[in-house]
């Protein structure tokens, strides 16, 4: 039953990106890798209830922040590999990556 139960999703965070879109981060143990994933998801309310997008993995995402208009989200992202980490910027124009740029050679560890 603990098992059942740590692997629900549970909210960390959330925040709205218009006023009727909901950004949700939500944190679970992942017993088969003992980790703990974090995903993401929108969440749209209408007048007749909400519709909620996929939950995605977005466990390697450092730091993120929406731009003025809400409509670009810039990403910081570290990816494990082999030999080191690769650090990565991006930019989101809602659910479309705009720019994706390789910054391991030129920036330190992202905090």
């Avoid at 960390?12 to 017993?31: G, I, K, P």
């Avoid at 994933?37 to 995605?56: D, R, Y």
Wanted: charged share 25%.
């Amino acid at each position: 039953m603990y098992e059942l139960l740590t692997e629900i999703p549970v909210p960390a965070s959330a925040h709205f990106v218009t006023s009727d879109v909901l950004h949700v981060t939500s944190t679970f143990h992942d017993h088969a890798r003992n980790a703990r994933k974090t995903v993401s998801n929108s969440i749209v309310l209408n007048g007749t209830g909400a519709t909620s997008s996929p939950m995605q993995d977005v466990g390697d995402e450092i730091a993120y922040t929406y731009s003025p208009s809400r409509t670009r989200r810039a990403v910081l992202r570290e990816v494990k590999s082999d030999k080191k980490p690769k650090r990565f910027v991006e930019i989101w124009n809602q659910s479309a990556l705009e720019v994706c740029l390789e910054v391991t050679e030129r920036h330190s560890a992202f905090y």
